[in-house]
């Protein structure tokens, strides 16, 4: 607010999460194509005949008019452009698009605008919406926000000793940010997991591919299951917590496999 003046302006955004304030408004994080993460206030949607409430769902794409407040913007209008009627009426495509929504809410800070980060998680909610492999489109979108992110991870070269990376099974280690190769191991001083060849090589595809492309790939549970293992496993050190949704994700889960491992360097 400048010179007693409101400022207004019209965004559009996907709906990343919600939850109430007082008796009749919710708190909504966005996610916008030029502000990045905004959080926003909509007065009175909680009550049965407010005209917003059905448009501003979690995971819905919307097109928002905002006022500018002192500490939370306020959402004056909200219509919904894409509702993903596919993804609500499935369980796995639902806990799905509901982990990727809460990867790009932990990943992003407020009012940074990544343009590229939008198109990546409209893209993914479009392919949510008509895929029959979900699980696979999470660890490929996973693997791309984490790159989008500045953290990698780096899947090439040995991140102690820059020494290119022979075919075989190595360690992958989440507090480098990538590969050690065997000859290191013993000076990581880090916990390490296996990461077998050919993990390493879909993850080197997805960083290099279009989503299209990463879902026509051919992966059994096992493989799935190793992907879910390494990504996961290096979320979380970055958020320093576990993702809310991925319990309920591995719940619903068809290829659902049983957790594997990681491994300490022998100090």
Same mark, same amino acid.
């Given at each position: @607010? ?24 919710? +708190? ?6 030029? /502000? ?12 049965? #005949?407010?005209? /917003? ?24 209008? %909200?219509? !919904? ?13 639902? =806990?799905?698009? /509901? ?28 392919? !949510?919406?008509?895929?029959? *492999? ?13 790159? @989008? ?43 390490? @997991? ?8 879909? +993850? ?9 492309? %990463?879902?026509?790939?051919? +992966? *059994? ?21 576990? @993702?809310?949704? %991925? ?11 049983? #957790?594997?491992? =990681? ?5």
């Amino acid at each position: @607010m400048t010179g007693g003046r409101i400022h207004g302006y019209k965004t559009e955004a996907v709906v990343l999460r919600h939850f109430p304030i007082g008796e009749a408004d919710r +708190l909504f994080v966005l996610y916008t194509p030029n /502000m990045g993460k905004v959080r926003a206030v909509a007065r009175g949607v909680r009550r049965p #005949k407010s005209k /917003m409430s059905g448009h501003l769902q979690p995971l819905n794409r919307v097109a928002v008019s905002l006022t500018e407040g002192r500490d939370l913007d306020i959402i004056t209008e %909200a219509e !919904a452009i894409a509702v993903y009627p596919s993804i609500r009426n499935d369980l796995t495509k639902l =806990s799905a698009a /509901m982990f990727l929504a809460e990867l790009v809410d932990g990943f992003s800070e407020e009012r940074s605008s990544s343009p590229s980060v939008y198109k990546l998680l409209t893209s993914a909610l479009d392919l !949510a919406e008509v895929t029959d *492999n979900p699980i696979q489109l999470v660890r490929y979108i996973q693997t791309r926000i984490l790159q @989008m992110s500045g953290f990698g991870p780096e899947l090439r070269q040995c991140v102690a000793c820059d020494t290119p990376l022979e075919p075989q099974t190595h360690l992958f280690s989440s507090s480098q940010g990538g590969i050690i190769c065997p000859n290191c191991r013993s000076e990581s001083g880090h916990t390490l @997991m296996p990461i077998p060849l050919n993990v390493l090589k879909v +993850l080197r595809f997805f960083q290099q591919n279009h989503a299209e492309k %990463a879902l026509d790939l051919q +992966l *059994n549970a096992q493989l799935l299951g190793e992907l879910e293992r390494v990504l996961d496993g290096y979320t979380r050190f970055l958020l320093e917590r576990d @993702m809310k949704t %991925a319990e309920f994700l591995d719940l619903v889960n068809p290829h659902r496999v049983k #957790k594997a491992f =990681s491994i300490a360097d022998p100090t």
